[in-house]
């Protein structure tokens, strides 16, 4: 299980608390003493001239680390929750937490699906009569079952692109509804708010419309540079009333 990059103090201050000692960092070689200085996580390193941006570290990740399956945590996570009770329950048990990861990546390759990761709506709209979904991007905390597909070489979006190339051609990801993490989204220095500009932001968005055109919906979010983008795949039959 890996954190991709970000900035130290992000770092230590958000998914860490929640993935102390079992999770590999991920960071730019000429970062290296910062995140060796702060914590004992095994770090691996990437030429940060080379490799850029979100797209990119997330296809080095899958080159340098061998196991079939792959979990990949942002580095801005803040809680973790169940969804399933009468209330929503904030889980800080680490143990916990690492069964929970098990348990959707046991259910994942179950399902021979090569995209899984958790519910990223607000905590109150939950469905339970929708404890999963089968047509749905994840982000956030995704995970990779093999290494049939490789992201998009792209700092944005590159996760709903993924997504969209295995409802392509397997026909279904595995999106757990039952947990969510909650997460500081482009608030944290570092990783791919290096590269975001609007000129960036605008051919990104334009590249994906282009290429997946009905498949897609981004629209303008509330917060500056946030997008919020869904993705049209049907996957249920519809109900015909006569």
């Not at 992201?151 to 979006?157: C, L, V, Y």
């Not at 708010?193 to 979010?221: F, N, P, V």
Request: charged share 25%.
């Amino acid at each position: 299980m890996v954190i991709s990059r970000g900035r130290h103090e992000s770092i230590v201050g958000n998914t860490l608390k929640l993935l102390p000692d079992w999770v590999d960092l991920v960071v730019p070689e000429k970062e290296k003493f910062l995140y060796s200085s702060v914590c004992d996580n095994p770090l691996t390193t990437y030429d940060g001239d080379l490799i850029k941006g979100l797209g990119q570290t997330r296809n080095f990740v899958l080159e340098t680390f061998k196991e079939n399956t792959i979990i990949m945590f942002d580095d801005d996570l803040k809680k973790f929750y169940s969804l399933t009770g009468k209330l929503t329950r904030d889980i800080d048990d680490v143990g916990e937490i690492l069964q929970t990861m098990i348990n959707t990546s046991v259910m994942s390759q179950d399902l021979g699906v090569s995209f899984f990761g958790f519910s990223q709506k607000d905590i109150r709209m939950y469905n339970g009569t929708e404890p999963f979904i089968l047509n749905s991007w994840v982000g956030g905390v995704v995970g990779v079952n093999g290494r049939k597909y490789k992201f998009r070489d792209d700092p944005f979006k590159v996760d709903v692109d993924y997504a969209l190339q295995c409802l392509l051609v397997d026909r279904i990801t595995f999106l757990d509804n039952r947990f969510t993490f909650s997460q500081a989204r482009d608030n944290n220095k570092g990783g791919s708010s290096l590269y975001r500009t609007q000129d960036s932001m605008e051919k990104s968005i334009a590249g994906l419309r282009k290429k997946w055109g009905s498949a897609i919906s981004i629209k303008e979010g509330r917060h500056k540079n946030n997008m919020s983008t869904k993705i049209n795949v049907p996957r249920k039959q519809a109900i015909i009333y006569e």
